[in-house]
């Protein structure tokens, strides 16, 4: 079966300084990757997707990249933190879908980061 | 532009007490509409996709069902673990591989 794991589960950061949050799949391969932010009191929102190694796209500008190295590995990351960028950060994968047909997506237990 | 609203914003229940959750809906071409269930502090578990008006799904206590405007989540003689935020999301042929996700229905089941 397939596993997704994220980790830190929690970090404290002060504004300025950098980021780096994993995520890794196992029991899949050339699965299609993305981070998630979900923000308190709205709902997530796509920041990245990647249908494979080196492959990232932005759904929305920000502070913020990613990079996939490997093909079961997606990383968050950032040069210099905002306080806006605290939230609670999911990395989800999929399995590549059929033309037309629906992504189900599935979640990690995701990473809290609290900016000061 | 797209959206997905759900209602109600939260709902209280008694053990045994079935109910419906909302998930409307606004989209130009439906690609899939997804159910998952947010315990505190964690990440969300996938529920159900739901992919064609008239589709129905069930999971023990739980069946999603799809119109063309929207989808319910009724819950059937729940029980204090059903105790959650069910998220509702929707994928459009527009809107790449972004789901759209409703603010979703906090679900406090009591005993």
């Known amino acids: 079966s397939q596993t997704i794991h994220q980790w830190p589960a929690t970090l404290v950061q002060p504004v300025g300084s950098p980021l780096s949050l994993e995520c890794t799949v196992e029991?899949?391969?050339?699965?299609?990757l993305y981070w998630y932010r979900q923000a308190a009191g709205r709902g997530l929102q796509l920041l990245f997707y990647?249908?494979?190694?080196?492959?990232i796209s932005s759904e929305v500008p920000q502070n913020l990249s990613a990079s996939r190295p490997q093909d079961r590995q997606f990383i968050l990351s950032s040069k210099k933190l905002l306080l806006s960028d605290s939230g609670f950060y999911l990395c989800?994968?999929?399995?590549?879908?059929?033309?037309?047909?629906?992504?189900?997506?599935?979640f990690g237990p995701g990473t809290r980061l609290t900016v000061l | 532009e797209d959206q997905v609203t759900q209602s109600p914003e939260a709902l209280r229940l008694q053990e045994g007490e079935s109910s419906s959750l909302n998930c409307s809906y606004t989209?130009?071409?439906?690609?899939?509409l997804f159910w998952y269930r947010q315990d505190p502090g964690k990440g969300p578990e996938f529920l159900f996709t739901?992919?064609?008006a008239g589709e129905e799904k069930e999971k023990e206590r739980l069946k999603a069902t799809l119109t063309k405007k929207e989808s319910f989540l009724h819950i059937t003689a729940p029980k204090p673990e059903d105790s959650a935020t069910y998220l509702c999301?929707?994928?459009?042929?527009?809107?790449?591989?972004?789901?759209?996700f409703g603010k979703g229905t906090s679900l406090l089941v009591t005993p």
């Open positions: 739901l992919y064609s």
């Open positions: 990647s249908v494979g190694i080196g492959q």
């Open positions: 029991g899949t391969s050339n699965p299609n």
């Open positions: 989209v130009s071409g439906l690609r899939g």
């Open positions: 989800a994968w999929s399995v590549p879908r059929l033309a037309g047909g629906p992504d189900t997506q599935y």
């Open positions: 999301a929707v994928q459009a042929p527009d809107s790449g591989y972004a789901l759209n």
